[in-house]
């Protein structure tokens, strides 16, 4: 099974800041990668699919990159309502796909 | 308005069984793959099964293999999973979530665009 670690597991940022966090695969799993959102108390939401291919109705602070077996969100300019936690999940054995752990991002 | 809605969870007791449904609605259910995954409690995500758009194939983390049944009714536009020999780990909120592709330079990207708000199942003696 392809495994998918992010880093770091939390941050705590401030309102404006830029924020990055890293995926990395086990293996070379190309662009085959997708980011999620998931706010507290509510369902997962798509951000970016294909490494980089933003979902529609995503703001363009989002912004993601990355290939092989790492990759890379950013957050140009962290607004309030981006207090959430983040997930990459690899799409290249699809169906039999993996998340990473998460990134909380909270308030500092 | 496109939207998937669970129902079926709650609390059982280790051993026992549950069957959750995913009730579609606001796009043709025919036309696409679908995906439970669930989520412990203060846990990450877990890909738990698949299945695909006419439900001649279908998937499962080795976690749940032999013990979970996806499935499909077109008729009813719904999902289901079948869960028996519940274990305490299989505690979670469990997610159906319907499955994308997109084609782009040749390639097929998949991903899960829409989210149902989940169902939770508690196994507990």
């Known amino acids: 099974d392809i495994q998918m670690t992010q880093s770091p597991s939390s941050l705590s940022a401030s309102v404006g800041d830029r924020v990055t966090i890293t995926c990395r695969a086990s293996?070379?799993?190309?662009?085959?990668l997708n980011w999620y959102q998931q706010k507290p108390g509510r369902s997962p939401k798509l951000l970016i699919f294909?490494?980089?291919t933003l979902q529609t109705g995503v703001p363009p602070r989002f912004s993601a990159s990355g290939s092989g077996t790492e990759f890379i969100l950013t957050i140009s300019s962290l607004q309030p309502e981006d207090f959430a936690t983040y997930y990459c999940?690899?799409?290249?054995?699809?169906?039999?796909?993996?998340f990473g752990g998460g990134t909380r991002v909270e308030i500092k | 308005e496109v939207q998937l809605v669970e129902s079926g969870g709650g609390v059982v007791r280790p051993g026992g069984s549950l069957r959750l449904s995913c009730a579609t609605s606001g796009f043709n259910f025919d036309d696409y793959d679908f995906t439970w995954v669930r989520q412990g409690p203060g846990k990450g995500l877990e890909w738990v099964s698949s299945i695909n758009w006419n439900g001649g194939r279908t998937t499962y983390a080795d976690s749940v293999k032999g013990r979970f049944t996806i499935s499909r009714d077109s008729a009813e536009k719904s999902l289901y999973l079948q869960m028996n020999s519940l274990g305490v780990e299989d505690t979670a909120l469990y997610y159906c979530?319907?499955?994308?592709?997109?084609?782009?330079?040749?390639?097929?990207?998949?991903?899960?665009?829409?989210w149902g708000r989940g169902a939770t199942v508690t196994v507990s003696s």
């Open positions: 999940q690899q799409s290249y054995n699809t169906p039999r796909s993996t």
């Open positions: 294909a490494a980089s």
């Open positions: 979530a319907r499955h994308r592709r997109q084609v782009v330079e040749g390639y097929h990207y998949y991903y899960m665009d829409v």
């Open positions: 293996q070379n799993i190309y662009s085959f």
